[in-house]
C-alpha cells in the first residue's frame, strides 16, 4: 500500500492503482474523456492532467502510477488553462449540433464544455469536405465530424469481442475512425456503448428521444443464459426505441451481443397475438378471454376426470421467468394432479443437472462467471462462446490479457477462439469420452492427481482408475483422431496449473451420451482438486435464458422445485400442505418420451407454454402426427408458431419486455425482470393466464402479482430461500441463498460437497450411433448463430438482426465444395438418412474437410428432420450432433 495526497486529502491505496483510480475511489472528480474503466489506459484526450509536486510538468491522471508520497493537485490554474485548450482544440471540427444530436444531454464533451465556460469556437478550421461513410455495421451511424478521436471504440474492439474492425486512418485535420477489417465486425455495439460523444448513434428504431424524453427501465436480456443486464428505452410506457446499458450493472458490465443491443424490436412485430384464438369449423378464430379459458378449463378438466390425471401433459419453454415456471408446474401437480410437466431446458441443460448434480450434489455452475479471470487455464470444450454466450468470451478474453490464461480448446470446428487457443485439440465428433478418460488417465499414470484432494473430498477413486486404463493415448488417437502427443501436452497443461478450469457447451451435452460426458469432465476437474476453489471449476455454457431457472423451479418430471425428489415424502409433504392437495408419488414423462405416450393414446391433451416440438424435435413428421391426435390442445404463445396452428385454443403471452419477475443466469444468479411497457394488444402475462386457466378448473392460484409467487418459493425451496425481489434490485443473487441474511453463493463446494464427498463415475465409451458412409460421407454439424437464437421465433422477427445476417446458409469447407462443384452462394440441399432441406452454401475455412455445419436458428430449414432420433437414456436429450449427411448442388 502507498500513501499520496490528492487535493489535500490524504490518501492510502494499493500500489498498482494510477492516479485517477486513487482520486475516483475516494470521491475526488478528474475530468476524462478517453478514459473507461473497461478498457486499457490511452491518455489521448489530455483532460485528466493534473500537476505533481517536483515533477517538471503535468502528467496524465490515467496513466501515471500512484507513488509514495508524491502530492498531486488536480485544479491549478496551470492543468485548468490546458484542460480548456485542449477542449477547444477538440471543437476545431465539432459541429455545435447539440439540438438534433442523439447524445444531447448525455455527452461528456457537451458536458466538459458548458462546465469550462466555452460559449463559441475559438479556433476555426478549414472545412473538411467528405461523404459521410457507411458504417461497418448497418445498425449504426457514424457521425465523423462529432468525433473527437479518443479511440475508445477502436481500443473497445480490440480488446471485449476481440475484433479489431476500427482504426485511425488518414493524418492531421483529416483523419477519421474508419473499418480496416470490416467483415470482422459482429455488430455488438460495443463501439457504441464507450462512445463519449454523439459520433456513433444507434440506426434501428425510427423514434428517437433524449434521455429526459424516454423511460428507462433496467432488466435481464432474454437472449441467452449469461443474464445481461440491459435498459429498455421506452416513449410512454408503448414503445421501445432502443436499448442501453449501464456501466456497472450486471456480469456485462455495460457489453452485450448483437441479439440483445439490436434484436429487442420482435416484441412489436406485426405477427404478435393480440387475442385469443379459439378453433371452429377447423380454423382459428378470434375469440375473448372468458369464452377461451372457459373452454380450456371445461375440455382439460373433461379429459382429466374421464381418461384419468395422468392423461394430460404439460411443457413450457426456458426463456419464461421463473414465477412462470414455477406456476406451471404448480398447476400440473395440483391442478391437473401428475408429474408430466418438463421445459425446453431438456433439449439442453438436462445432462448438465443430471451429471453434475450426481457428481456434486448440483446441477449448475460451480463458479460464478468472474471467477474465469482467476484461471490459470481454461479447458473450452464443445462449446463457441463467441457465438452463444458472447459475455463469457469477453471475460476469457480478459482474463488471457490480465493474467496470461492458457486455453486448451477441444472442438471439432476451428471457433473464434482457436487464435487465443495454447493448444487446439479436433476429436471426431461424437467421440468426447475417448479424450475425457485419455486426459484422465494421462493425470493418473503420472501421477499429476491432487492426491490430498481426492482422498479427502470424493469417492469412487479405484473404479475411476480401472475405467480408465484402457484408454492410452495410442487408443485415444485411434477412436477420437487427436494425436498422442497432442493428447498428453493438453493434459498435462490442465493438470500443472494452480487453478484450471472447464467449460462445455452444447457439443458435450447434446448427445445420445451428455450425462456421461459431464460426468467424465467432473472427474476430469475433481480428480485435479478444481471443484472448490477461485479460478478452478465447471462452466456449463447454457443457451436459453432461463434454462437454469426452469429446472430450478421443477419443471422436471422428477423433482419439485429446488430439486426435491417428488418420491420423498418430506419434501412432497411440505408442498402438499402448502398447496392443499395430495401429490402423486410417480416420476412424469419427460417432453421427449411424451410423444410415444400421446401416439399409445395416454396422453389425450396438452398445454404447451412457449415451446414448440415440431420444430425443436427430431422426427417432426411423428410429433405432427401425435399432435392431430390429441383430444385437446391449448398454447400459449406471443406468436402463432407451427405447434399453435394445430391447437384448439391459442391463448397470446406476453414477451419479457411486458412483464415482471424474474430470471436465473447461468451462474446461478437470480435477477429482476421489469416490465417496461404495457401488454400488446388483449395480450396477458403468462404467469397471469396460468391462474385464470387453473382457477376456471377448480383449483384457486390467487396470485396478483409475481413477487408473491417468489415467496412462495422462497418458504418451499431451501436454494431459494433468502430471495425477495426486494433484495434483487441490485446485482442480483446466487443460489443456494438459504436465508434472508445470506449474501449468495460465488463458488459451490468451497467448504465441501453438497452430498458428502464428490463422487468420480467411471463412465463406459460409446461409439458414435450414426456415422459417415457411402450415400453419407460428410458429418453434418449443427450450433449456435451469432445472429439468431435458439429456433427464430423471436431473432428472425428482429428487424435488426435481419438487417445484419439474412440469409441462411450450409457451411462446407471449400475443398469439398469444390470437388461437388459448389460454389459460394450456390443453392443446395443438404440430404440425410432421414430427410432433406434446401439453403445456400458458404464457404468456410474454419471447416476441416468432411464436415459441414447449419446453425439451427432458422426456421425455415427445419434440422429436426434430419437428426437421428435417439436420446440420452439418462437425461432424455436427443443425439443433435452426430449426424452423416451428404450435400448436392441444386
Not at 450426481?358 to 481454461?378: F, H, P, Q, R
Not at 469420452?433 to 490430498?452: C, H, M, P, T
Not at 430461500?721 to 443456494?736: E, F, K, N, V
Not at 431473432?795 to 459460394?824: F, H, Q, W
Request: proline residues 5%.
Amino acid at each position: 500500500m502507498v500513501k499520496l495526497t490528492i487535493d489535500g486529502k490524504e490518501i492510502t491505496t494499493s500500489q498498482e492503482k494510477t492516479i485517477l483510480a486513487a482520486a475516483t475511489e475516494n470521491g475526488i472528480s478528474i475530468p476524462t474523456l478517453c478514459f473507461h474503466r473497461k478498457l486499457s489506459t490511452l491518455g489521448s484526450c489530455r483532460m485528466c492532467l493534473v500537476e505533481i509536486e517536483g515533477a517538471g510538468k503535468p502528467m496524465t491522471a490515467c496513466t501515471t502510477p500512484v507513488v509514495d508520497g508524491i502530492v498531486v493537485h488536480t485544479k491549478t490554474e496551470r492543468v485548468e488553462k490546458m484542460r480548456r485548450e485542449a477542449l477547444r482544440l477538440m471543437l476545431v471540427n465539432h459541429p455545435l449540433d447539440c439540438p438534433v444530436c442523439d447524445a444531447g444531454g448525455e455527452c461528456q464533451l457537451q458536458n466538459l464544455t458548458y462546465a469550462y465556460g466555452i460559449e463559441h469556437q475559438d479556433f476555426v478550421a478549414e472545412e473538411v469536405e467528405r461523404e459521410t461513410p457507411a458504417f461497418v455495421t448497418p445498425l449504426i451511424r457514424q457521425w465523423p465530424h462529432r468525433c473527437v478521436m479518443c479511440q475508445r471504440c477502436v481500443q473497445a474492439c480490440i480488446e471485449i469481442p476481440g475484433c479489431h474492425v476500427l482504426d485511425v486512418v488518414d493524418r492531421g485535420l483529416v483523419s477519421m475512425i474508419a473499418g480496416v477489417n470490416p467483415d470482422d465486425c459482429i455488430s455488438c455495439g460495443e463501439c457504441l456503448s464507450v462512445c463519449p460523444v454523439g459520433a456513433l448513434t444507434e440506426k434501428l428504431s425510427p423514434i428517437k428521444g433524449r434521455k429526459w424524453q424516454t423511460e428507462r427501465i433496467p432488466t435481464t436480456c432474454t437472449f441467452c443464459g449469461c443474464g445481461c443486464q440491459l435498459e429498455l428505452n421506452t416513449v410512454g410506457k408503448r414503445t421501445i426505441i432502443k436499448v442501453t446499458t449501464d456501466d456497472e450493472a450486471g456480469s456485462n458490465r455495460g457489453s452485450l451481443c448483437v441479439k440483445g443491443r439490436f434484436g429487442y424490436d420482435y416484441v412489436h412485430h406485426r405477427d404478435r397475438l393480440t387475442r385469443p384464438l379459439i378453433r371452429k369449423n377447423g380454423s382459428l378464430v378470434e375469440g375473448d378471454w372468458e369464452e377461451s379459458l372457459n373452454l380450456a378449463a371445461e375440455r382439460l378438466g373433461a379429459i382429466r376426470d374421464h381418461y384419468g390425471r395422468g392423461s394430460i401433459g404439460g411443457i413450457i419453454s426456458a426463456h419464461h421467468t421463473n414465477e412462470e415456471c414455477y406456476l406451471m408446474q404448480k398447476f400440473m401437480r395440483a391442478a391437473i394432479g401428475n408429474n408430466n410437466v418438463d421445459s425446453g431446458s431438456r433439449l439442453t441443460h438436462s445432462p448438465t443437472v443430471a451429471g453434475l448434480m450426481d457428481a456434486t450434489g448440483y446441477g449448475a455452475m460451480t463458479n460464478e462467471m468472474d471467477d474465469i479471470l482467476k484461471s490459470d487455464v481454461i479447458l473450452i470444450a464443445g462449446a463457441d462462446p463467441d457465438v452463444d454466450n458472447l459475455i463469457f468470451a469477453n471475460k476469457i478474453r480478459r482474463a488471457i490479457r490480465e493474467k496470461g490464461s492458457k486455453i486448451v480448446l477441444i472442438d471439432p470446428r476451428k471457433t473464434t477462439l482457436e487464435k487465443y487457443a495454447d493448444i487446439w485439440l479436433q476429436p471426431k465428433p461424437g467421440t468426447d469420452l475417448a479424450w475425457i478418460n485419455g486426459f484422465i488417465r494421462v493425470i493418473l499414470s503420472e501421477k499429476l492427481w491432487a492426491a490430498d484432494y481426492v482422498r479427502g473430498h470424493t469417492e469412487g477413486l479405484d473404479e475411476l482408475k480401472r475405467g480408465v486404463e484402457a484408454f492410452t493415448p495410442d487408443y485415444v488417437e485411434k477412436l477420437s483422431g487427436i494425436p498422442r502427443g497432442d493428447l498428453v501436452e493438453a493434459a498435462q497443461l490442465y493438470a500443472k496449473a494452480k487453478a484450471s478450469s472447464i467449460a462445455y457447451g452444447s457439443g458435450i451435452t447434446q448427445h445420445i451420451n451428455g450425462t456421461d460426458h459431464v460426468l467424465g469432465l467432473a472427474n476430469l476437474a475433481m480428480v485435479c482438486g478444481n471443484v472448490g476453489i477461485e479460478g478452478g471449476g465447471i462452466y456449463p455454457l447454457v443457451i436459453q435464458s432461463n434454462a437454469q431457472g426452469a429446472c430450478d423451479m421443477g419443471t422436471l418430471p422428477e423433482f419439485l422445485p429446488g430439486y426435491q425428489p417428488v418420491s420423498e415424502e418430506i419434501p412432497r409433504g411440505k408442498f402438499e400442505e402448502e398447496w392443499g392437495v395430495e401429490l402423486p408419488l410417480d416420476t412424469g414423462l419427460t417432453l421427449t418420451e411424451m410423444v410415444e405416450q400421446i401416439l399409445q393414446g395416454r396422453i389425450k391433451a396438452m398445454i404447451m407454454v412457449g415451446e414448440n416440438p415440431l420444430i425443436t424435435l427430431p422426427n417432426p413428421k411423428r410429433w405432427e402426427e401425435a399432435i392431430n391426435s390429441l383430444e385437446f390442445l391449448v398454447v400459449q404463445d406471443v406468436f402463432l408458431s407451427e405447434v399453435a396452428q394445430h391447437a384448439h385454443v391459442v391463448l397470446p403471452g406476453t414477451t419479457f419486455a411486458e412483464k415482471e419477475g424474474t430470471f436465473t443466469n447461468m451462474e446461478r444468479r437470480i435477477q429482476r425482470v421489469r416490465r417496461a411497457i404495457q401488454p400488446i394488444g388483449d395480450s396477458r402475462p403468462d404467469w397471469a393466464i396460468i391462474c385464470q386457466l387453473a382457477s376456471k378448473m377448480g383449483y384457486e392460484m390467487e396470485y396478483t402479482h409475481p413477487s408473491e409467487v417468489m415467496e412462495e418459493v422462497r418458504r418451499l425451496t431451501p436454494l431459494y430461500g433468502g430471495i425477495t425481489c426486494d433484495r434483487l434490485d441490485g446485482a442480483g443473487i446466487q443460489w443456494p441463498c438459504p436465508n434472508a441474511d445470506h449474501p449468495g453463493t460465488r463458488i459451490l463446494h468451497e467448504d465441501g460437497f453438497h452430498r458428502g464427498k464428490g463422487k468420480l463415475t467411471p463412465v463406459e465409451y460409446r461409439a458414435p450411433t450414426e456415422r459417415t458412409e457411402e450415400g453419407f460421407p460428410l458429418a453434418l454439424l449443427t450450433g449456435g448463430h451469432l445472429y439468431h437464437y435458439h429456433i427464430g421465433t423471436f431473432s428472425k422477427r428482429a428487424n435488426g438482426l435481419s438487417k445484419v445476417y439474412e440469409e441462411t446458409c450450409v457451411r462446407m469447407n471449400p475443398e469439398d465444395a469444390r470437388a461437388l462443384n459448389i460454389s459460394e452462394g450456390d443453392m443446395v440441399r443438404v440430404i440425410s438418412p432421414r430427410g432433406e432441406v434446401k439453403t445456400r452454401a458458404k464457404l468456410d475455412q474454419c471447416l476441416v474437410k468432411g464436415m459441414v455445419y447449419v446453425a439451427p436458428g432458422f426456421r425455415d430449414i427445419p434440422l429436426n428432420g434430419l437428426i437421428y432420433a435417439d436420446f440420452d437414456p439418462v437425461a432424455k436429450i436427443p443425439e443433435y450432433k452426430v449426424c452423416s449427411a451428404r450435400v448436392e448442388k441444386i
